[in-house]
């Protein structure tokens, strides 16, 4: 069974840097049939897709335009975990942050299956 | 900021049959890209309702099912229950947006 456990800050001052944790169990980041992404959900912004990391023959990352100039995520194969860093945040940075597997038709990027497991999510406040 | 557009709540009585809308546009929904559904109870992560349109992943029962025509997609909820109420969402790629979007969700009550 495919689990995924955040951990990071729940608190972060204006102009810092978020930085989230999503430790893999029961599959690998480096998995040719998965994609692993950050995802975000406030009460003004809906849920929000930040970005993504999948390995096929080599990384691959794509972010949200929304944030593509503050972002970064990483994957970690020696922890099999990935992370999110979210630069110079501000007040509108405030949500819940999720990780989550997308799952592809194996060797592809087709992403038939959903987001098919998630983490616990982690409720992150920006502010002095 | 949601490009894909669902009514903010449907009701229904126990045993009923509702839909819920997901109104999308020719980059996304109608640019033939998959549609999942989403639910999401209080205080937890979103759960895989429907992927690929009209696919039920193991463990969710039949009453839920999924469609897709042109630029918008549905899912239907029938014999409804009192533990499906819940927000759902609906969730695509968005071709100009280069990214997946989700939907503006809608919540469900039993009645």
């Known amino acids: 069974q495919v689990q995924l456990q955040q951990s990071g800050p729940g608190l972060v001052k204006p102009s810092q840097t978020l930085s989230l944790t999503c430790a893999i169990s029961g599959d690998s980041v480096s998995s040719n049939s998965a994609a692993w992404n950050w995802i975000r959900q406030s009460p003004s912004r809906g849920l929000e897709w930040l970005g993504r990391?999948?390995?096929?023959?080599?990384?691959?990352?794509d972010y949200a335009i929304s944030v593509k100039s503050r972002i970064t995520i990483n994957p970690d194969t020696s922890k099999n975990q990935f992370s999110l860093q979210l630069n110079s945040v501000t007040p509108e940075d405030t949500a819940v942050y999720y990780c989550a597997r997308a799952k592809a038709v194996a060797g592809t990027k087709y992403f038939y299956y959903g987001m098919d497991v998630w983490g616990q999510g982690t409720t992150v406040t920006v502010s002095s | 900021q949601s490009v894909l557009t669902q009514p903010p709540s449907v009701s229904g009585a126990p045993g009923q049959r509702v839909t819920i809308s997901c109104t999308g546009s020719s980059s996304n929904i109608g640019a033939a890209y998959d549609v999942h559904w989403y639910q999401q109870l209080p205080g937890t992560a979103p759960k895989l309702l429907i992927y690929g349109n009209s696919n039920r992943p193991s463990g969710v029962p039949d009453r839920f099912s999924g469609s897709k025509s042109g630029t918008s997609a549905s899912l239907a909820i029938t014999g409804l229950q009192a533990e499906d109420e819940a927000d759902y969402y609906c969730?695509?790629?968005?071709?100009?947006?280069?990214?997946?979007?989700f939907g503006t969700g809608t919540k469900v009550t039993v009645l």
């Open positions: 990391t999948y390995y096929r023959s080599r990384w691959y990352n």
């Open positions: 969730q695509s790629y968005d071709s100009s947006l280069s990214g997946y979007v």
